[in-house]
């Protein structure tokens, strides 16, 4: 796949346990499919889950939509936010996401400091990122 940002090859990283993210060598974007999103959850849900410090603020992008990767459709960006709003890339055919450079490390801190918090309801931040895609 390229990237939907700068055309770059995407190239495979292993994040966490077992999860396979499509990451670009260039400006750092991150794609997650919607199965790997669903993995990203249950390893947080097992709790082996630490927050990656937030090594690089979002880099800057041209502005406009960007298509899927894997379809082409336009995605739709969407304001996603969790205590910390972030700009999340959806696909409206359901693919998966796209997540700027740190978006992912600030989602994670969003999540981490959340489950913190006594009350931290079923509408926790990856149901919800489940949810919103559901919704597409
Ligand atoms: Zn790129
Ligand atoms: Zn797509």
Known sequence: ?????DG??????????QIEVDVCPVCKGIWLDKGE???LQEVVELDHFEAQPVLD??????????????????MTERPYGYGILVEVDLCPEGCGM????GELQILERAFES?????????????SSLKALLRDL
């Not at 770059?8 to 346990?17: F, K, R, V």
């Open 37 to 39: 999103l669903e993995k």
């Open 1 to 5: 796949m390229r990237c939907p940002v």
């Open 57 to 74: 603020a979002p880099g800057k992008r041209p502005p406009g939509p960007i298509d899927c990767p894997k379809c082409e459709t336009t």
């Open 8 to 17: 770059s090859q995407l190239t495979p990283h292993h994040y966490e346990a």
């Open 114 to 126: 959340a489950r913190r918090q006594v009350e931290v309801d079923e509408r926790g931040l990856w």
């Open 98 to 101: 796209w997540l700027d450079r």
